[in-house]
């Protein structure tokens, strides 16, 4: 597999959406199932070729056609539906220099959290070593309203991590989040039985926003791209800003030693009695040419505190299940650069898979 084939393979799966939508729980429609997904890839130059291993885990299943082993690598994962896990490591050499990289991921939906890593040590050879790593989550949330006025809430998906660049690889990645309700960007049908308007985009306050002069319904995404040359906001690559109106979001990237950190932010307005909104976020790392990402503590998904009298299930029965509090802020970054022989940071960049993504 080169490395061209890897990158586009793990930018296409990430960019993919559920699409098929049942009737569920009392005709409301459930727009995405519930998905867990990681992925990871390590590659490294042994003498003059490239050597590869991969790893996709989807539900707690393994994708057996994003799974490869290279030569002294080793892959790594497993889980659920509740949560999806991956680790991977490719040794390298030449020239009579080691090098190599590790990368893990991980998405769990009763935590709201996605993680991803890929750590490289040793010199940058033509590009090598290099990583990528992706998660992702899905859901179909159902609120029940039972305040007797609409209420507005908040949707957040918070982010943050660290870019190390020693050898001009220029890392980067981006963080997306999407909603939809099975409808178009002109109507939601997400009211009873799949039909009628219902959930759409406010301001903190509760106003309605509007976008091209009428109601804009949650039929958006939201996308921050990063790297060490620059970021930006924007539903697609080139940052467009159309749906700036209906988002609020915050950056820090690129900051001093590499920090990223951000977040994006839906107020949506609920009505009276049951609705549906399917959400999907993802997390996507390209770190090449001996560069790192650390994004093993970011991806926190969440609401801020929901009125009385509303509250929310969700088609996996499982999104933040796992939290005494939905919306609560993600750890800050760590980061621990691996050093020395392949045997020594291999081992060691294991062991942190291994704790990083308990």
């Known amino acids: 597999m080169t490395m061209r084939d890897c990158s586009a393979r793990s930018l296409t799966f990430a960019a993919a959406?559920?699409?098929s939508s049942t009737d569920a729980l009392a005709g409301h429609q459930t727009v995405y199932g519930g998905r867990t997904d990681a992925y990871a890839a390590s590659q490294a130059h042994q003498g003059p070729y490239v050597q590869g291993s991969t790893y996709r885990v989807v539900n707690g299943v393994v994708d057996n056609y994003y799974t490869q082993q290279g030569p002294g690598g080793?892959?790594?994962?497993?889980?659920?539906?509740?949560?999806?896990?991956?680790?991977?490591?490719?040794?390298?050499?030449a020239g009579g220099q080691l090098f190599g990289n590790a990368a893990a991921a991980s998405a769990d939906l009763g935590r709201g959290l996605l993680k991803a890593t890929t750590e490289s040590y040793g010199p940058n050879n033509f590009g090598s070593p290099l990583g990528f790593a992706?998660?992702?989550?899905?859901?179909?949330?159902?609120?029940?309203?039972?305040?007797?006025?609409?209420?507005?809430?908040?949707?957040?998906y918070r982010f943050d991590g660290k870019l190390i660049d020693p050898a001009g690889g220029n890392p980067g990645g981006?963080?997306?989040?999407?909603?939809?309700?099975?409808?178009?960007?002109?109507?939601?049908?997400?009211?009873?039985?799949?039909?009628?308007?219902?959930?759409?985009?406010?301001?903190?306050n509760g106003n309605a926003l509007s976008l091209y002069g009428g109601l804009r319904h949650p039929e958006d995404s939201w996308s921050y791209y990063f790297g060490t040359s620059g970021a930006c906001f924007g539903e697609n690559l080139y940052c467009g800003d159309y749906s700036k109106s209906l988002w609020e979001?915050?950056?820090?990237?690129?900051?001093?030693?590499?920090?990223?950190?951000?977040?994006?932010?839906?107020?949506?307005?609920?009505?009276?009695?049951?609705?549906?909104?399917?959400?999907?976020?993802?997390?996507?790392?390209?770190?090449?040419?001996?560069?790192?990402?650390?994004?093993?503590h970011t991806g926190a998904f969440g609401f801020g505190t929901?009125?009385?009298?509303?509250?929310?299930?969700?088609?996996?029965?499982?999104?933040?299940?796992?939290?005494?509090?939905?919306?609560g802020v993600p750890e800050p970054a760590s980061w621990a650069l691996m050093l020395g022989g392949f045997g020594l940071a291999g081992?060691?960049?294991?062991?942190r898979r291994v704790q990083l993504l308990a």
């Open 17 to 19: 959406l559920l699409l």
């Open 74 to 93: 080793t892959v790594t994962g497993g889980g659920s539906l509740a949560k999806s896990s991956v680790a991977v490591t490719q040794p390298g050499g």
């Open 134 to 156: 992706s998660a992702r989550l899905d859901d179909t949330i159902f609120f029940t309203n039972n305040s007797g006025a609409t209420q507005t809430i908040s949707f957040t």
């Open 174 to 204: 981006s963080v997306s989040l999407g909603f939809s309700c099975g409808g178009n960007s002109g109507a939601c049908y997400n009211a009873a039985n799949n039909t009628g308007d219902a959930i759409t985009f406010a301001d903190a």
């Open 249 to 296: 979001y915050g950056l820090n990237a690129p900051n001093t030693g590499g920090v990223v950190d951000g977040y994006i932010r839906a107020y949506l307005n609920i009505p009276t009695g049951m609705t549906s909104l399917g959400f999907m976020g993802t997390l996507n790392l390209d770190c090449r040419g001996a560069s790192s990402c650390d994004f093993g």
């Open 306 to 327: 929901l009125p009385d009298g509303l509250t929310f299930s969700s088609a996996s029965g499982v999104f933040l299940t796992d939290r005494g509090m939905p919306g």
């Open 347 to 351: 081992a060691a960049v294991r062991r």
